[in-house]
């Protein structure tokens, strides 16, 4: 008796090496990054942390990612308003661009700053940011941004730019 089904054929393995994985090569970037020009460290705060989330980071994820999303989409979509010039399409995809990953960065740096306040060991702290340097994200403008966030109150007279974005997200919920 013959099967319906056409007989499987060895799988061909390929001639070509490969590389790193993506998530190997991810990580060799990660590595790479610089450290922060004046990286910080969070004294812990003096309340516990609850099971639950704390709202203002669901707040601070939603802002900063609905604002990475939108320049990611401008980086995108200026192949189709300057795909035939050069200089003007360059110059605009790598402004998008950067502005995403400031973002990102703040926003990494903010969370690796609530946790080391909230006590979190170091140990973990540097594998959850896949680093072995937590100061590389912790800088004075994302502790500044959690200070915003948290309610804290500026020790300078004029607030920091971060502090007040980071009052305004808690406040309106991103």
């Known amino acids: 008796m013959t099967s319906a089904q056409p007989r499987k054929r060895p799988q061909r393995r390929s001639e070509i090496p490969h590389g790193p994985t993506q ?61 035939d010039d050069m200089k003007q399409w360059q110059r605009l995809v790598l402004y998008a661009l950067t502005d995403a990953f400031a973002h990102n960065h703040l926003l990494i740096g903010t969370l690796a700053a609530y946790l080391q306040r909230h006590d979190l060991d170091a140990d973990l702290l540097r594998r959850y940011l896949q680093s072995p340097d937590p100061g590389r994200y912790i ?21 920091p730019v971060w502090m007040a974005i980071g009052r305004r997200i808690a406040r309106d919920g991103g």
């Open 23 to 83: 998530d190997a090569g991810l990580q060799q970037i990660r590595d790479t990054l610089p450290p922060a020009p004046e990286p910080c460290t969070v004294e812990p705060a003096p309340r516990p942390v609850g099971e639950e989330v704390p709202p203002e980071l669901l707040a601070l994820i939603t802002y900063h990612c609905r604002r990475i999303n939108a320049y990611l989409a401008r980086a995108q979509h200026l192949q189709t308003l300057h795909g």
């Open 139 to 159: 800088t004075r403008e994302a502790v500044e941004h959690l200070d915003g966030l948290t309610g804290a109150v500026p020790e300078e007279a004029a607030e």
